[in-house]
């Protein structure tokens, strides 16, 4: 859980360690399945399951570049090949994966973009004795 989320649900529910409940005592599976359809409802996008929300968290945390064993440990595995279920990598990241070779100093954390402070140099110029690069 991100330090903003942690806050969040601090504001919304101070005085229980659980985050959907009734009157301080947990709630069963279905219940707070009822209380994420009607949050979805109420956001206006269509229901979705927690499932779902294990699935996302997986494919931004890899579409973020974040390892998979770290990966792994977050949503509690046994094994790699159960995360790579999990985190499905769009089209568009593909294409980024592949651009990554047109810009070899790419920091992923900018989302395939060029990171402006790290010097890109052309494969024609020579390099300079204090050009700095970083390196993945």
């Not at 206006?44 to 770290?70: C, D, K, M, Y």
């Not at 651009?99 to 100093?105: F, G, I, N, S, T």
Request: hydrophobic share 35%.
């Amino acid at each position: 859980m991100t330090h903003r989320v942690h806050e969040t649900l601090q504001r919304i529910v101070p005085d229980s360690p659980l985050v959907f409940h009734r009157q301080g005592r947990s709630i069963r599976y279905t219940q707070a399945l009822d209380q994420l359809k009607e949050a979805c409802r109420h956001a206006g996008i269509r229901p979705i399951s927690w499932h779902v929300l294990r699935h996302t968290f997986a494919s931004e945390l890899a579409r973020l570049g974040v390892p998979l064993q770290n990966t792994k440990e977050l949503l509690g595995h046994a094994t790699i090949t159960m995360t790579l279920r999990y985190a499905h990598l769009g089209p568009d990241t593909l294409k980024q994966s592949i651009a990554v070779l047109d810009h070899p100093k790419t920091v992923w954390a900018t989302g395939g973009q060029p990171d402006p402070s790290t010097h890109m140099m052309e494969p024609s110029q020579p390099p300079d004795d204090d050009t700095k690069f970083r390196c993945m």
